[in-house]
C-alpha cells in the first residue's frame, strides 16, 4: 500500500531565503507524486507532479521538486520565498487502482514565511 | 474559466439535521471524489464516482452519502451529523489515469 510522510508540520523562514520541504512516499508499484497548495479557507491546488520523465519537475512560481527514487523521496524547494508562499503544502502519492487518480496526501507542511 | 464550483462555502447545520452539500464541474471530467478535511488534517477520500460508478471508502461512515445525477454534478448528503462531522469538505475532479486532480475551493460545515 502507498503512504506519504511529511518530515516536517512546521517551517518558519525569513523572506528571500530557501526552503525545503521533505516528503517520503512508500510505494510498492509505479509511482506518481504531486505537491498541491492550500490557502486558508480555500481549496487545494495542483504546484506541480512527477509522472515519468525529467526526475526535476518545476512550477511557474518559482519551486522545483525532485523525484529519488533510491531515497524514494520527493522533496520540494524554492531558492527564494516571498510573503505570499505562506500556506499548507500537501505531497501526495497516487495509489493504483482501477485507471483513475486516487490520491494519498501526506499530513502537510505548513509554510510560514516572516519579513 | 473551466472549474469546480462547492456552494455553499459555509453551511451551518444542527447535531442530528441531514445537510447536502453540492458540487459541479465544467471540465467534464469522468471521475468526482469527496475528501473530508478535519482541521490541520491530510484529505480523507471519502468516496468517488468514476462516470456512474460510485465507489466507497471502506472506512467511510454510513452517515455519509453521494449522489450524482449527471455528469456535471456531485452531491454529499449527511444524514444525522454528528459534531465530529464539523470539517472543510472537498470536491475534486479529474480524467482517467494518472492526471491531477482539480479541487474546488471547499465547504466548511460547522455541526451545532
Known amino acids: 500500500a502507498q503512504s506519504v510522510t511529511q518530515l516536517d508540520s512546521q517551517v518558519p523562514v525569513f523572506e528571500e531565503a530557501p526552503v525545503e520541504l521533505r516528503c517520503n512516499y512508500s510505494?510498492?508499484?509505479?509511482?506518481?507524486l504531486f505537491w498541491y497548495v492550500q490557502y486558508p479557507n480555500q481549496g487545494l491546488q495542483l504546484l506541480l507532479k512527477?509522472?515519468?520523465?525529467?526526475?526535476l519537475v518545476e512550477s511557474i512560481n518559482g519551486f522545483e521538486a525532485e523525484f529519488n527514487k533510491s531515497q524514494t523521496s520527493f522533496h520540494l524547494r524554492k531558492p527564494s520565498v516571498h510573503i505570499s508562499d505562506t500556506a499548507e503544502y500537501f505531497c501526495?502519492?497516487?495509489?493504483?487502482?482501477?485507471?483513475?487518480?486516487?490520491?494519498?496526501f501526506g499530513a502537510g507542511t505548513r509554510l510560514a514565511v516572516h519579513p | 474559466d473551466a472549474m469546480v464550483i462547492q456552494n455553499p462555502r459555509y453551511q451551518v447545520t444542527q447535531f442530528g439535521k441531514p445537510v447536502t452539500l453540492s458540487c459541479s464541474q465544467t471540465?467534464?471530467?469522468?471521475?468526482m471524489y469527496w475528501y473530508q478535511q478535519k482541521s490541520s488534517q491530510a484529505p480523507k477520500l471519502l468516496f468517488h464516482?468514476?462516470?456512474?460508478?460510485?465507489?466507497n471508502e471502506a472506512d467511510t461512515p454510513d452517515n455519509f452519502q453521494s449522489r450524482r445525477p449527471n455528469t456535471s454534478f456531485c452531491f454529499l448528503d449527511i444524514r444525522s451529523p454528528g459534531l465530529g462531522d464539523a470539517a472543510m469538505y472537498l470536491c475534486?475532479?479529474?480524467?482517467?489515469?494518472?492526471?491531477?486532480?482539480?479541487f474546488g475551493n471547499g465547504t466548511r460545515l460547522t455541526v451545532t
Open positions: 475534486a475532479t479529474s480524467r482517467q489515469g494518472y492526471s491531477p486532480l482539480h
Open positions: 510505494s510498492s508499484v509505479s509511482v506518481y
Open positions: 512527477y509522472l515519468s520523465g525529467s526526475t
Open positions: 501526495a502519492v497516487s495509489a493504483t487502482s482501477g485507471g483513475y487518480n486516487k490520491l494519498i
Open positions: 471540465l467534464n471530467h469522468n471521475v
Open positions: 464516482y468514476y462516470d456512474k460508478d460510485f465507489n
